[in-house]
């Protein structure tokens, strides 16, 4: 079992940065791989990047790459995402997610643990 909690969103003016943090608890932390996916009203939730266990592989949807960075700690039970150069169709609930097996699995009902959720509003 893991429990995951969001943490660092809010309102920010386009071009800008945030970075969210999701802290675990729960055991073997490690063992999971760890995602961060988001979604809008009326849309289905999607990945926006994946972490492997170790941290040796991580994954990003096209519209993020280059300026989203996750991250993980294993020996704080953290997984981050730094979110740079924020643009207006960022806005979304972020929530981070973990599963046991690869983190090259996008599918968001695939992963069988899931934080609360927060709230990133980037305006124009």
């Known amino acids: 079992q893991v429990q995951l909690v969001e943490s660092g969103g809010g309102l920010v003016q386009a071009g800008g940065s945030l970075r969210l943090s999701c802290a675990a608890s729960g055991r073997s932390f490690s063992n999971y791989a760890m995602g961060w996916f988001r979604q809008v009203p009326g849309k289905e939730r999607e990945s926006v990047a994946r972490?492997?266990?170790?941290?040796?592989?991580?994954y990003y949807a096209d519209s993020v790459k280059g300026r989203f960075t996750i991250s993980r700690d294993n020996a704080k039970n953290m997984v981050y995402l730094q979110m740079n150069n924020l643009k207006p169709e960022d806005t979304a609930v972020y929530y981070c997610a973990a599963r046991s097996g690869s983190s090259r699995i996008i599918a968001p009902e695939q992963y069988g643990y899931w934080g609360q959720g927060t709230q990133v509003t980037v305006s124009s």
């Open positions: 972490i492997s266990w170790n941290g040796g592989s991580t």
